[in-house]
């Protein structure tokens, strides 16, 4: 059994334009280049825009600066700090062995303490690599930075 096609030249390369925009469309999709919601966080203002765009009020200024030396191998502490970054979508594992610089912004609006809250940044390369909201009282916390309510 043979099929064939008669297609002109014309019909052809709409094809492959078609062809290659859905490809193209989908390898967008699957990196997530087509929805990068983080923008460039090298500036002090661009992280408070960040963190005041995902509903929190904090200090104009980090309380915090340091530039950190991630670990090489993953250690039983890092790797339950990584549980919560992967909640997020971050993935410290992409990182062993790198350094970042770490900014910690006071939360002013965090309702269910009465404690001091901060919000924390690990940024390398502009790109933000892992988030938390923290207490460091007595019966602090570290939770995820987004998609927690305040």
Same mark, same amino acid.
């Given at each position: 059994? !043979? ?8 019909? #052809? ?10 490809? =193209?469309? !989908?390898?967008?999709? =699957? ?6 919601? =983080? ?32 670990? *090489? ?18 993935? #410290?594992? *992409?990182? #062993? ?23 924390? #940044?690990? =940024? ?22 987004? *998609?927690?309510?305040?």
């Amino acid at each position: 059994m !043979i099929i064939t096609a008669k297609f002109s030249k014309r019909k #052809l390369t709409g094809l492959i334009l078609v062809v290659l925009v859905c490809a =193209i469309s !989908i390898a967008l999709f =699957i990196t997530g280049c087509s929805g990068d919601k =983080i923008p460039d966080l090298s500036e002090n203002e661009a992280r408070v825009a960040y963190l005041q765009s995902l509903g929190w009020q904090v200090s104009e200024e980090p309380v915090k600066t340091q530039q950190v030396n991630i670990p *090489e191998q993953m250690n039983d502490t890092l790797a339950k700090y990584n549980d919560i970054q992967m909640q997020q979508g971050f993935d #410290l594992n *992409e990182h #062993l062995g790198k350094t970042a610089m770490r900014y910690v912004y006071e939360v002013t609006n965090y309702s269910n303490t009465t404690g001091d809250v901060f919000a924390t #940044l690990l =940024i390398r390369d502009g790109k933000l690599i892992a988030a938390d909201l923290t207490s460091w009282d007595a019966d602090g916390f570290c939770r995820p930075l987004i *998609e927690t309510q305040n």
